[in-house]
């Protein structure tokens, strides 16, 4: 069965760093998103991508983060000067429809900053 | 209560038992989605139901949307040790939407051999 998968397992970076965390989604999905999970917090929403741009984002989606789907397979989210509280899991999920269709999930990447 | 809230947070049964857990939301929704995740790894899709939906069932889960109380519930029969995981409900809102999900803070279940 396909699968979202995401590299790095685990990011160590020093803060002030950019950061980029590579996600391959299903090949045949059409929405990509981004989640990030802060340790015995709730999954959070970040960013939704559609039709090569963004469709929605969360109020923590600032000026500090950005996607970009560089070729047909790769969507990436980057962190230009990463803070201590970035320090989360980052979830990639991909969908082949919008609203009315389930996600499917990358295992993730730990993000710690240091 | 903040969007998605389940209760209880924490559920420990014997294996064979049935396991209920519940989510409460406050906004209007387009569909509520229940999803499981296993320790270190990702969340895995279980069963969407849409709002004009009241019941559906997927092997041994059941779930139940009631949109006058804002609240779903998912029922897991016959459980099994395989069955332990963090079970979280998370809601898509109404109107235009690409599929945002707002996740709940999840139910850990501890299943027994």
């Known amino acids: 069965e396909p699968e979202v998968t995401q590299t790095p397992s685990h990011q160590v970076t020093q803060m002030g760093q950019e950061v980029i965390l590579r996600c391959v989604p299903i090949s045949n999905h059409l929405y990509f998103y981004w989640y990030r999970q802060i340790l015995g917090q709730k999954v959070e929403f970040l960013v939704s991508?559609?039709?090569?741009?963004?469709?929605?984002k969360s109020e923590i989606f600032d000026d500090q983060f950005s996607v970009e789907r560089p070729d047909g397979s790769n969507f990436t989210l980057k962190i230009r000067s990463t803070k201590l509280e970035d320090s989360a899991m980052y979830f990639c999920?991909?969908?082949?429809?919008?609203?009315?269709?389930?996600?499917?999930f990358g295992d993730g990447t730990r993000l710690s900053i240091l | 209560s903040q969007q998605g809230e389940e209760d209880p947070q924490a559920l420990s049964i014997q294996e064979g038992e049935n396991a209920t857990m519940n989510c409460s939301y406050k906004t209007s929704i387009n569909n509520l989605q229940w999803y499981r995740q296993n320790s270190g790894r990702g969340l895995v899709h279980l069963i969407l139901?849409?709002?004009?939906?009241r019941e559906k069932h997927s092997g041994r889960l059941r779930v139940t949307l009631d949109t006058s109380k804002k609240s779903s519930s998912l029922l897991i029969t016959a459980s099994r040790a395989a069955d332990t995981a963090s079970y979280f409900c998370?809601?898509?809102?109404?109107?235009?939407?690409?599929?945002?999900?707002?996740f709940g803070q999840g139910t850990i279940l501890t299943v027994h051999p």
């Open positions: 139901i849409r709002s004009n939906e």
């Open positions: 991508f559609y039709n090569n741009e963004i469709s929605e």
């Open positions: 998370a809601t898509v809102p109404g109107g235009t939407s690409y599929g945002k999900l707002t």
């Open positions: 999920a991909s969908s082949p429809g919008g609203q009315n269709q389930p996600q499917h």
